[in-house]
């Protein structure tokens, strides 16, 4: 089982005649996504990997009855194509790129409170059931199916923790990258529950890092909400405060919130035993399923 | 990017803030002719990007053309806190009897913007935010309307600013959210605001950062110029185009996305040696950059071995090996040890590829920097017995 992806998915890519989209196009097709159709504003009526491009998304729900979309839009024009997803009322909003304006994305989180479109991202490698579909970039041939959930912050980490769990035979039930800026859709906790309420996820990995509050919220949403038992990572122990490191969440402010310190305590307050590295991130799944 | 106090006042001074008069001055001759014509008692300001510069040393008041040049030359030239002062700003000093602090900033946790106002200006408002958050009203912003005026008048007397001033200080407060807006700010503060005698409201001080990821729509900022670099290392990551941050430790760090990254770097800790920085290639890295990168690492005199850890997702394996043999293939002697640990997206064809007399290759991330850990105590061990 899985959340919200499987091989009933159909997908809309939103710059599919692009480099990065086109080339994911034919990834996701060769796992198996059922990609329906792409939206470009000005290239309907062409092809890209044998899928049909319409100018607008809601041409293509309307022809293809795609319920999810992928976006592969470049920064500037990325949050009008969030909000056109949104628009067209669509059940799953992924949103690839890396870039995108905090602004803007402040006004996206304020329409998404208005709709029911789940939307992961920005800036993350995406969502993958393994072996039904994956909408985004993330390398498919190192997830296997399973009854673990995956959720992180960090793209490349998520291959790391993951390459970890198939190793040990810990398949996954649904993998989402949630992306590392400091606003984005799908936040921990909202996984979190998703995976609650999916009967076949019987563990929960979540990789976080230093930066924001999100993971203490999660802590503290674990201890009294869930049932699933999770096992936790959080990448940026050795970071010195006040330094930026790469992703836009990912800075210590020099106070003491948002460290790893603060978040792996408050994870180990809730029960969550947090690995010091990958490998022992599976070796704890193993000890919790 | 943060841009130089002159800078932001600038930017205040068209958004019409109340500012103070004042001229930026680079060398002694120019302080004391700029003190005189914008009139004493004039504030010597150091231009750097760090905060508490005055408790450093960084601002000093003077009253006379004698003060201003003992400032001037205490000042220009001095190192505050890694930087080098190379301007000043000469400003009118502020008769004030109150000081506040007004600021607007994006509340990650609630996905908002968030303006705040305190009656407690004039220190380090991190301080205030800690001990008593009391202190400081906010007011969160919907976004896609904009702050209301109502909005900055209730921030204003929830902070217990007089109501003599409150009107005009609602009035800045708006006018910094404006910026914030319509500049991309990150976090655009006043502080102090200072409240003269006769009821005046001026911006003694303004910090603004500006979204880097929205520069493409802030041209004219975007071209301000930068010397905003630590260190030579961190101007060169600039023009190469990376996440660079040089740290105290020996080995050297390369990898693609931040997550794995940090995680190298922790991983490093973790098996007892000191990461020498954290270098993030970013994602779908051509050989040229991977060249780079090797370049970036052997510049740092601390590094003393290298770990390249790729995971590949839209980052190619076969891309990372070219990029690798090609900078390490100029060297007769390859200057430090350097451990590559590929997986993900092409990585079989990388591994082929690799040159595998210049490198030493490992399979697991675990292994690549334990064994980088060695080669970094090998070779103290080595100097130590010179």
Redesign the interface.
């Known amino acids: 089982m899985s959340v919200l992806v499987d091989d009933d998915t159909r997908v809309v890519v939103q710059g599919i005649t692009g480099g990065?989209g086109k080339f994911h196009t034919g990834q996701m097709q060769d796992y198996g996504t059922n990609v329906v159709a792409g939206a470009v504003p000005g290239r309907g009526g062409e092809e890209v990997e044998g899928v049909p491009v319409y100018d607008t998304v809601d041409e293509a729900v309307e022809a293809e009855d795609a319920n999810a979309s992928v976006i592969f839009v470049p920064?500037?024009f990325a949050a009008d194509a969030v909000f056109e997803s949104l628009d067209s009322d669509l059940d799953l909003a992924v949103a690839i790129t890396?870039?995108?304006?905090?602004?803007?994305?402040?006004?996206v989180?304020?329409?998404l409170s208005e709709v029911d479109t789940h939307l992961i991202g920005p800036n993350c490698?995406g969502i993958i059931t393994p072996g039904e579909a994956k909408l985004g970039?993330?390398?498919g041939d190192?997830f296997s199916s399973g009854n673990v959930g995956f959720i992180?912050?960090?793209?490349?980490?998520?291959?790391?923790v993951v390459?970890s769990l198939t190793d040990r035979g810990l398949g996954q039930s649904t993998a989402i990258g949630i992306g590392?800026d400091?606003?984005i859709g799908t936040g921990f906790t909202d996984a979190l529950s998703l995976f609650e309420d999916d009967p076949d996820t019987d563990a929960i990995v979540m990789?976080g890092?230093?930066g924001?509050?999100?993971e203490e919220?999660a802590a503290a949403y674990i201890d009294s909400e869930m049932e699933t038992p999770v096992a936790g990572?959080i990448?940026?122990?050795?970071?010195?405060p006040g330094?930026?490191?790469?992703?836009?969440?990912?800075i210590v402010s020099?106070?003491g919130t948002g460290t790893?310190e603060s978040k792996i305590d408050a994870l180990n307050d809730a029960g969550v035993p947090v690995g010091?590295?990958?490998?022992e991130v599976a070796e704890n799944v193993e000890d919790l399923l | 990017m943060r841009l130089h106090e002159y800078q932001a006042k600038e930017v205040f001074a068209e958004a019409g803030m109340p500012i103070p008069d004042s001229e930026l001055a680079e060398t002694t001759e120019e302080v004391v002719e700029a003190a005189g014509s914008v009139g004493y008692p004039v504030a010597v300001k150091a231009q750097v990007h760090v905060g508490g510069r005055g408790k450093a040393g960084g601002i000093e008041l003077v009253e006379n053309d004698e003060e201003a040049r003992e400032a001037a030359e205490s000042i220009l030239g001095m190192d505050l806190k890694g930087y080098t002062v190379e301007r000043v700003l000469v400003e009118a000093a502020v008769d004030f009897v109150n000081e506040l602090y007004v600021g607007v900033t994006?509340d990650?946790?609630e996905?908002?913007?968030v303006a705040m106002v305190s009656s407690e200006g004039g220190v380090e408002i991190?301080t205030v935010a800690?001990e008593t958050p009391e202190a400081i009203a906010r007011e969160h912003v919907?976004?896609?309307f904009g702050m209301h005026p109502y909005q900055a008048r209730r921030a204003v007397f929830d902070a217990g600013v007089d109501q003599d001033v409150a009107t005009d200080v609602a009035s800045v407060l708006t006018t910094l959210y404006q910026l914030w807006?319509d500049r991309?700010g990150?976090d655009v503060e006043v502080n102090p605001l200072m409240i003269t005698s006769d009821d005046e409201v001026v911006a003694a001080d303004a910090v603004m950062n500006i979204?880097d990821?929205?520069l493409?729509?802030q041209p004219d900022l975007a071209d301000i110029e930068q010397s905003s670099y630590e260190n030579d290392l961190e101007a060169k990551a600039g023009e190469y185009g990376f996440?660079y941050?040089r740290?105290e430790g020996n080995v050297g760090i390369i990898?693609?996305?931040?997550?794995?990254?940090?995680?190298t770097?922790?991983?490093?800790?973790?098996y007892g040696g000191e990461?020498a920085n954290?270098l993030?290639v970013g994602?779908g890295a051509k050989a040229e950059r991977i060249a780079n990168a090797l370049d970036m690492v052997f510049s740092d005199d601390n590094v003393e071995s290298v770990v390249f850890n790729i995971?590949?997702?839209?980052t190619r394996g076969d891309e990372v090996a070219k990029g690798i043999n090609n900078a390490l293939e100029q060297f007769d002697e390859i200057p430090k040890p350097v451990v590559v640990r590929l997986?993900?997206?092409n990585s079989e064809e990388g591994m082929e590829i690799l040159n595998a007399d210049l490198v030493q290759v490992e399979e697991t991330?675990?292994g690549a920097v334990q064994r980088a850990v060695e080669n970094a105590d090998s070779a103290s061990v080595t100097e130590g017995s010179r």
């Open positions: 990065e920064p500037a890396e870039g995108i304006p905090t602004q803007d994305m402040a006004k989180n304020k329409r490698p970039i993330l390398p190192i992180s912050r960090s793209g490349t980490l998520t291959y790391q390459d590392g400091p606003i990789c890092e230093i924001g509050e999100d919220q990572f990448a940026g122990r050795t970071a010195p330094k930026r490191m790469g992703h836009a969440g990912a020099g106070s790893a010091d590295t990958p490998e | 994006m990650r946790g996905g908002k913007p991190e800690e919907d976004p896609a807006d991309d990150s979204d990821d929205a493409f729509r996440d941050v740290l990898g693609n996305g931040a997550g794995l990254v940090m995680t770097l922790d991983l490093v800790d973790y990461p954290f993030d994602g995971f590949g997702g839209i997986a993900g997206t991330l675990e």
